[in-house]
């Protein structure tokens, strides 16, 4: 791992690109025919991935005989092989290491960890007739292959995330002793059970995690490494700046919309923060921003790219497999918050810089206010018109030639690059300004966007396939990376052609095309290592919280402390994921806290009385899984920005967590107003939701930067607090007025559902014994009626799966016959052979009551009260600040 950064002095480019590779691509570097090997071995990886990603494997299949299509646990093997080969390769053992060559003992462990990675694969037939019955070389081989999966970690990602997964192995294995707590002591496990638990099925190592790195998550990295070796990386940056450069606190502006469009295609805060910051705090510091502000304002904006959809850090794939729904319905939920907090961190540092004063950079064109609102009305809706366009164009292609359209659209894909190229060539190409110059002029927005349009294609291609045509993940990946590749090989050659030029210019463009080419592929094999590697060993802990339950002891733990208050529970929910999160990458820290606490917050809330969607839970820890990259002392984003600053990297962190205090109350919101993520929202609700909750965190900013329209005195801060809860929470002020629910009698059940209307729902809370905790207990469920079936007793068992009998005042639950019905999947745990029966204790409907939007309505009038007294000072105040 890198040295840490020391104040004072910023690093200088090869300092900062060294601080990136240590982190990510792997600071060793050979010569020779070493340097040639691990190039090959890391360009097989990339071409293998995109092999088993593309329909090409099952044509192959069909058209020879042949078996080269790939169960899903093969492919794992081989995936996990090829990274911690490259991670003993690439990441030297310690920092006096030499970094020039391989040593031969890297060599050996290279080889022996890629063999154990490998064996399931080499050894699939085998294993597959002894399940849980290994042999003496499949144990050998297990321990190897833990011990070497724990070292390769080590020196990709660092110790944190190896001594988590030490002290779970430890747990496997003493988890009996008596030095154990009893609270969380359990029977222990032998070593044939816990070696074929971690390693030799898919309930550890190569589980869902590692499955989702394999099969979703290399490609996308891969994409967003092709995507910067094409240049769109400097394209973004340059784009941010001259839209927003020019105004005040430019450069700041500049970097969080910089750091939001590398956040679309970068996996990584640190290689944000590197990337783009090293342009833009810079200029920061010239325009006014002290170096931990500048740095802060990098670092929250690179973070913030981790919860950008559609990658959000590979984490969209895994909340895929964990939480059960499609990944459109992962980014529909993920979107709005990811803006909202955007929106909200370009406000605050427009505050900044109104607050300060600061100047403002030369812009090489001026306009009014109002020529510019017209200029980017006008663009805006160009770009709607033009996405319409094409969505109707396809649409059109694809009805009326159904049998050509695949052909047809590739063909027009081609011409719309080959036209995109053309246009781009009439323009000099992209080159990055020295921030460190004496004069940086503003580029002009119309000549940076035409010399990259067709950086777009691939984008589009991804998104149409993603949520147009609702393809998987993983092919969506591989249509846009074959794109990517025809890109990188071709746009310098047809720019070099458009541009007159001949002969030996021509070949030379094509060769540097195929440099970016193959420099592209190992680029994105070298970003994965970690990732491999941290998605491995986090299947030891998911491994461990499934073999020994302590996921249950967690829940118990958490309601112990809380008291079963839901607001506590989530407080030290985010606690522990921050302190879980202290210095893993992204995939790593919310595999971690996603295993560990997500459950716990859905069983606390529903056992008292508070129904949490599972999507909203694996959000919340998400974020503060995240904000450990900001947060002291680990940090590894403010350290990486203190490093381009030359601040003080403690000051820089705390500074960082202060900006992004907008990202740590979203998830306490959405938990309680799953509004915020979409969830059975209209169209024109959303509208509204995006409205008013954009409004709350821009006034959210402006309290927490104590100025709104000049400084704000404590009071005016604070009703700006109290109406930004109104916006943001509106039913909590409604429930203190009235009851959101009508408790009835258990035995008057078919009442209550005789009276809901088709989308009507039913609350119950249900006592009996629980398989899992051994003793009595309650949970609260909700069940969606449907539309009415007959009689009451035949709507609930038909739409919901419910069998119950009333008997007297009491209602007692049958097991459902259905296992895939509502009931049987939020009664599951329970016993209903026990001696006790498993029965209804309070029955719940909605009362009928006032909108709980109309509760936004005070906290408007409070956003209005604070405006005229602002108004007023500013007025009347001698030298006021410009207005913000």
């Known amino acids: 791992?890198?040295?840490?950064?020391?104040?004072?002095?910023?690093?200088?480019?090869?300092?900062?690109?060294?601080?990136?590779?240590?982190?990510?691509?792997g600071a060793r570097d050979p010569g020779g025919m070493a340097g040639r090997l691990l190039f090959c071995v890391a360009l097989a990886w990339s071409l293998f991935q995109i092999w088993i990603a593309s329909p090409l494997p099952f044509v192959t299949q069909a058209a020879t005989g042949l078996r080269v299509v790939l169960n899903d646990t093969e492919t794992r093997s081989i995936h996990l092989a090829f990274a911690l080969f490259l991670a003993f390769c690439a990441f030297p053992a310690l920092p006096s290491s030499p970094r020039n060559r391989i040593p031969v003992q890297d060599?050996?462990?290279?080889?022996?960890?890629?063999?154990?990675?490998?064996y399931i694969f080499l050894f699939y037939g085998a294993l597959a007739t002894r399940p849980g019955n290994p042999l003496m070389q499949d144990l050998v081989v297990a321990g190897v292959g833990l011990i070497l999966l724990l070292e390769a970690t080590r020196r990709a990602l660092g110790l944190p995330l190896v001594v988590v997964a030490v002290v779970f192995l430890l747990y496997v294995f003493f988890g009996s002793s008596v030095f154990v707590p009893d609270v969380i002591r359990w029977k222990g496990a032998s070593i044939p059970r816990a070696m074929d638990q971690m390693w030799l099925s898919t309930e550890g190592v190569f589980g869902i995690?590692?499955?989702?790195?394999?099969?979703?998550?290399?490609?996308?990295?891969?994409?967003?490494?092709?995507?910067?070796?094409?240049?769109?990386?400097?394209?973004?940056?340059?784009?941010?700046?001259?839209?927003?450069?020019?105004?005040?606190?430019?450069?700041a502006k500049a970097a969080v919309l910089a750091s939001a469009m590398t956040g679309l295609i970068s996996g990584s805060s640190i290689a944000n923060v590197v990337t783009t910051g090293t342009f833009t705090i810079p200029l920061m510091k010239r325009v006014g921003f002290t170096p931990e502000k500048a740095g802060s304002v990098e670092v929250a904006s690179s973070v913030n790219g981790q919860i950008m959809p559609p990658v959000m850090g590979a984490a969209a794939f895994l909340m895929v497999e964990y939480v059960g729904i499609s990944y459109l319905e992962v980014i529909k939920a993920a979107f709005l918050p990811a803006i909202i907090s955007y929106i909200a961190l370009l406000y605050l540092v427009h505050l900044e810089a109104v607050k300060h004063d600061m100047p403002t950079l030369p812009k090489r064109i001026r306009r009014t206010v109002w020529q510019s609102a017209l200029v980017t009305g006008i663009s805006a809706t160009s770009i709607v018109i033009l996405c319409g366009v094409i969505y109707w164009v396809i649409r059109g292609v694809q009805m009326l030639l159904p049998d050509m359209s695949a052909s047809l659209?590739?063909?027009?894909?081609?011409?719309?690059?080959?036209?995109?190229?053309?246009?781009?060539?009439?323009s000099p190409d992209l080159e990055l300004d020295d921030p460190n110059a004496r004069v940086v002029e503003l580029p002009l927005a119309k000549e940076v966007l035409k010399t990259g349009l067709h950086y777009l294609l691939p984008i589009v291609v991804l998104v149409w396939f993603l949520m147009i045509e609702q393809k998987s993940p993983g092919l969506s990946a591989f249509w846009a990376v074959a794109l990517l590749l025809l890109i990188l090989v071709t746009q310098k050659p047809l720019k070099a052609l458009f541009r007159g030029l001949r002969g030996q210019d021509v070949g030379a463009a094509l060769r540097e095309g195929a440099d970016d080419l193959f420099g592209g592929l190992v680029l994105g094999a070298r970003n994965m290592i970690g990732i491999a590697a941290a998605t491995a060993t986090a299947g030891i802990i998911v491994g461990t919280v499934t073999l020994t339950g302590i996921g249950q002891v967690m829940a118990q733990f958490v309601e112990l402390i809380?008291?079963?208050?839901?607001?506590?529970?989530?407080?030290?929910?985010?606690?522990i994921s921050l302190?879980?999160?202290?210095?893993?990458?992204?995939?790593?820290?919310?595999?971690?806290?996603?295993?560990?606490?997500?459950?716990?917050?859905?069983?606390?809330?529903?056992?008292?009385?508070?129904?949490?969607?599972?999507?909203?839970?694996?959000?919340?820890?998400?974020?503060?899984?995240?904000?450990?990259?900001?947060?002291?002392?680990?940090?590894?984003?403010?350290?990486?920005a203190a490093a381009v600053s030359g601040g003080d990297p403690i000051r820089?962190?705390?500074?960082?967590?202060?900006?992004?205090?907008?990202?740590?109350?979203?998830?306490?919101?959405?938990?309680?107003?799953?509004?915020?993520?979409l969830i059975d929202v209209s169209w024109a609700g959303a509208v509204w939701i995006f409205f008013k909750a954009t409004i709350a965190m821009l006034v959210f900013a402006a309290a927490t930067q104590n100025f709104f329209l000049v400084r704000s005195r404590l009071w005016e801060s604070a009703i700006l607090l109290l109406a930004a809860f109104f916006l943001l929470r509106p039913g909590f002020f409604l429930d203190q007025i009235s009851e959101p629910y009508e408790t009835l009698a258990p035995a008057r059940i078919e009442e209550a559902v005789a009276s809901e209307p088709d989308e009507g729902t039913l609350r119950l809370t249900v006592e009996g014994p629980d398989f899992r905790l051994g003793r009595i207990a309650q949970k609260t469920i909700v069940l969606e009626l449907g539309a009415p079936a007959g009689d009451p007793r035949g709507r609930l068992e038909q739409n919901t799966g419910l069998?119950?009998?009333?008997?007297?005042?009491?209602?007692?639950?049958?097991?459902?016959?259905?296992?895939?019905?509502?009931?049987?999947?939020?009664?599951?745990?329970?016993?209903?052979?026990?001696?006790?029966?498993?029965?209804?204790?309070?029955?719940?409907?909605?009362?009928?009551?006032?909108?709980?939007?109309?509760?936004?309505?005070?906290?408007?009038?409070?956003?209005?009260l604070v405006v005229l007294l602002q108004r007023r000072r500013q007025r009347t105040a001698v030298g006021a600040p410009a207005t913000a």
């Open 409 to 426: 659209l590739v063909l027009l894909l081609l011409a719309a690059y080959v036209g995109l190229v053309w246009y781009a060539s009439r």
């Open 803 to 864: 069998l119950y009998q009333v008997e007297g005042d009491a209602v007692v639950l049958e097991e459902p016959f259905d296992a895939t019905s509502q009931a049987a999947q939020s009664l599951k745990n329970f016993d209903f052979y026990g001696e006790q029966p498993v029965r209804i204790v309070q029955l719940e409907r909605e009362r009928e009551r006032m909108n709980r939007q109309l509760m936004t309505i005070p906290g408007f009038l409070l956003i209005g």
């Open 652 to 677: 820089t962190g705390v500074t960082a967590f202060f900006y992004s205090l907008r990202t740590v109350l979203l998830p306490f919101i959405f938990i309680f107003n799953t509004d915020l993520l």
């Open 1 to 25: 791992m890198a040295e840490e950064p020391k104040a004072g002095r910023p690093l200088s480019d090869d300092e900062l690109q060294d601080l990136v590779a240590s982190s990510d691509t």
């Open 562 to 575: 809380s008291g079963g208050n839901l607001l506590l529970i989530l407080f030290f929910t985010a606690v």
């Open 579 to 640: 302190i879980l999160g202290m210095g893993l990458p992204t995939t790593a820290n919310y595999i971690v806290v996603s295993s560990l606490m997500a459950p716990v917050v859905v069983e606390l809330g529903a056992a008292n009385g508070f129904l949490v969607p599972l999507i909203a839970v694996h959000l919340f820890v998400f974020y503060f899984g995240i904000m450990a990259d900001v947060t002291p002392p680990v940090g590894l984003a403010s350290f990486a």
């Open 107 to 118: 060599w050996v462990l290279a080889l022996l960890a890629a063999f154990c990675a490998a």
């Open 209 to 251: 995690a590692l499955g989702v790195s394999s099969s979703f998550v290399f490609l996308f990295v891969l994409f967003g490494s092709l995507l910067d070796r094409a240049g769109a990386g400097n394209y973004f940056i340059k784009l941010a700046f001259a839209l927003l450069g020019h105004l005040r606190g430019g450069p």
